[in-house]
């Protein structure tokens, strides 16, 4: 089982930027498939992004050209550089560790809070 923190939420105005970022302390995330999902108020938790061991990288089309997801070997870390915030990105965001065969999620993150208002 992975243990993953996620920290970098908080509050943002409208077209701002946050970056989350992702750890793990007692496994290297190298060789997994990592991903992003959020859940808002009220809705159904959802796909955000994902990244390979090798870099290659899938996004949800709500934000696609606003959001940049990559990965630090040397931190551990994997990372949601988000730009150009919308309110309807308001949601806990979670940090997911993906099957490799069939890239379902198997270990979540506890949750960071994304806030995005005026």
């Known amino acids: 089982q992975v243990q993953l923190m996620e920290s970098g939420g908080g509050l943002m105005q409208p077209g701002g930027s946050l970056t989350l970022s992702c750890t793990a302390s007692?496994?290297?995330?190298?060789?997994?498939?990592m991903a992003w999902y959020r859940q808002a108020p009220g809705k159904e938790r959802e796909f955000v992004a994902r990244i390979f061991s090798a870099g290659t990288q899938k996004y949800a089309d709500f934000v696609k050209g606003r959001f940049t997801i990559s990965r630090d070997n040397t931190k551990n870390t994997i990372n949601l550089q988000m730009n150009s915030l919308k309110p309807e990105d308001t949601a806990i965001y979670y940090c997911?560790?993906?099957?490799?065969?069939?890239?379902?999620?198997?270990?979540w993150g506890q949750g960071t809070q994304v806030t995005v208002s005026s």
């Open positions: 997911v560790a993906l099957s490799a065969t069939t890239l379902d999620p198997t270990d």
């Open positions: 007692k496994t290297s995330l190298k060789f997994f498939a």
